[in-house]
């Protein structure tokens, strides 16, 4: 997921930390996830130098509540999340935007491929599927910028 640094309001610190007690992992991790990745919140993947295994994040509507709060957004606010429509990406995006609404922020979810978008920074909120991935990991670069990290592996019938 990536959220438009360019942005007034996701530019905050404190509301892109919000975002990640928005994200029910350990949901999405025994459910929508199960069969497509693992649950890791670093940019780093695991078995590299630098990684890390602890995933310190949980799904806390009151914490991002708060966050959002100190932000200056005690009701919330509302933007567009352009998401690729496939599985499993939509229904993390779908996730997402129950959780948001909770804390106040109402995401009008955009299926389709807006990948034009997304590389000319015409977004606010923005989650992308490749074409092949063998594994889609639950990562966040760090506690100030979520980001979704896909590795993916090589057409094993080349």
Do not use: W
């Not at 594994?135 to 506690?143: D, G």
């Amino acid at each position: 997921m990536a959220l438009n640094q360019k942005d007034e309001i996701l530019s905050k610190p404190k509301v892109r930390e919000a975002f990640r007690y928005l994200i029910d992992y350990d949901g999405l991790a025994s459910t929508v996830m199960k069969y497509y990745g693992i649950k890791q919140q670093t940019i780093v993947p695991g078995g590299l130098p630098g990684s890390i295994d602890k995933n310190p994040y949980k799904l806390d509507i009151e914490k991002a509540k708060q966050l959002l709060t100190e932000a200056g957004y005690p009701n919330g606010f509302s933007k567009v999340y352009y998401a690729t429509p496939v599985t499993p990406e939509y229904e993390v995006a779908q996730s997402l935007q129950a959780n948001a609404a909770k804390a106040g922020i109402k995401l009008d979810l955009q299926g389709g491929d807006h990948i034009g978008k997304f590389r000319n920074r015409q977004f606010e909120i923005f989650r992308l599927a490749p074409a092949t991935a063998s594994r889609t990991r639950m990562r966040f670069s760090s506690p100030m910028r979520p980001t979704l990290t896909i590795p993916t592996r090589p057409n094993s019938s080349a």
